[in-house]
């Protein structure tokens, strides 16, 4: 797949753009006298987007920042996945009495059509036929929790370290760079993340640097006056990496906890993309040499391995440090979530199970797995 394919998608495109025009470059840049850094919560509204002050009795999943009273249960999240090819996989172990290569063929095409990908899947099985060619597994019933095991092993990347942990040994601000292609769900990510941060206590701080969409801008700036979050942002056009470095200058000056920083989602060649997330940690890295501390990819958990390609994409583009895989609730191939991490090596840091603002969680592989297979 090219990469002017998957950041040119035509329902990802802005209204009046023109994908041939080229992109003009700001007036000033991080190292020359910027414009102040606006924080302007002026209430906008957009055709893809209903505003958050849209009436109540309309819900509206992308822009009702309200905490809820009660937690979308991860059991709850995940039944779609459940239903799907979990519940293939223990219909047909229910009625196998011994295990043999047909058994083992089956099981394997189940979880090839979860998304899991072929390189997961085959390693998976590889162990599994080893173990019964040993005579080490016998019974049917035992291959459901031995594969169980297999997924949760391949989630827990032994190098991997928590968002809390990282955040322990850094002092000052800890920069969050979030990349992804238009329509992941990454402007409700951020806004969810934020909140998140703040329901720990912590002070936030969104910097809106995907300055090639104006409703990118005005829907983080509206996130920021719904969650009480500042919101660091220059004029449409404007050049990302002055945004990223006021908001880091900002977050300094202000002991701010975290500051994450969107970017845009589609660029017109992968040089372009390149070069502009590369800018963006230069000019962050002069004023906050460790910036940033964490570069999360998010993922629509719904696109199935079109998410992997996308993945292998970025990380040509930049280091990726750790993914966010949304709307884990609207798929039956939950399996895509081994896939990812296996093949990439790259941690998950946050699911998203559901649209409440609780929905966004950090993640945990024990407990994925185990609502995964309830």
Do not use: C
């Not at 009480?228 to 050049?239: E, K």
């Not at 002069?286 to 292998?312: F, W």
């Amino acid at each position: 797949m090219k990469i002017s394919n998957l950041f040119g998608k035509k329902q990802d495109a802005d209204p009046g753009h023109d994908p041939e025009k080229k992109i003009s470059q700001p007036p000033h840049s991080p190292q020359q006298k910027s414009d102040p850094p606006q924080e302007d919560n002026k209430k906008t509204s957009n055709a893809e987007d209903p505003p958050p002050s849209a009436p109540s009795s309309q819900h509206h999943p992308d822009t009702d920042p309200a905490p809820t009273s009660e937690k979308t249960d991860i059991k709850a999240g995940m039944e779609k996945s459940r239903g799907g090819f979990i519940a293939r996989m223990d219909s047909l172990l229910t009625f196998k009495k011994e295990i043999d290569a047909e058994l083992i063929d089956e099981l394997e095409e189940i979880l090839v059509m979860a998304d899991m990908g072929v390189a997961t899947v085959q390693d998976i099985f590889d162990r599994l036929r080893s173990e019964v060619k040993r005579k080490e597994l016998k019974d049917p019933a035992a291959l459901r929790q031995r594969i169980k095991s297999y997924i949760r092993e391949m989630l827990e990347l032994p190098h991997a370290r928590t968002l809390d942990q990282q955040m322990a040994s850094v002092s000052g601000p800890f920069v969050i760079l979030v990349v992804g292609v238009n329509g992941v769900g990454k402007t409700t990510t951020i806004a969810k993340m934020a909140y998140n941060f703040k329901q720990q206590g912590k002070k936030v701080l969104i910097a809106a640097a995907d300055t090639f969409r104006a409703a990118a801008i005005d829907q983080l700036q509206e996130w920021g006056r719904r969650l009480d979050v500042p919101v660091i942002h220059h004029q449409p056009g404007s050049d990302p990496s002055a945004v990223a470095f006021d908001a880091v200058v900002a977050g300094i000056s202000r002991g701010v906890d975290v500051v994450i920083v969107d970017t845009a989602g589609r660029l017109h060649t992968q040089v372009n993309l390149m070069e502009e997330l590369k800018k963006i940690r230069r000019v962050m890295g002069k004023k906050l040499p460790e910036a940033p501390h964490e570069v999360l990819l998010v993922l629509d958990a719904t696109t199935g391995q079109n998410a992997v390609s996308q993945a292998r994409l970025f990380r040509e583009a930049t280091e990726i440090t750790g993914i966010a895989l949304t709307k884990l609730d609207g798929t039956a191939k939950g399996g895509i979530a081994a896939g990812i991490v296996h093949e990439m090596q790259i941690p998950i840091h946050f699911i998203g199970i559901g649209e409440k603002m609780d929905d966004l969680r950090p993640f945990n592989a024990e407990e994925f797995v185990d609502a995964l297979f309830a």
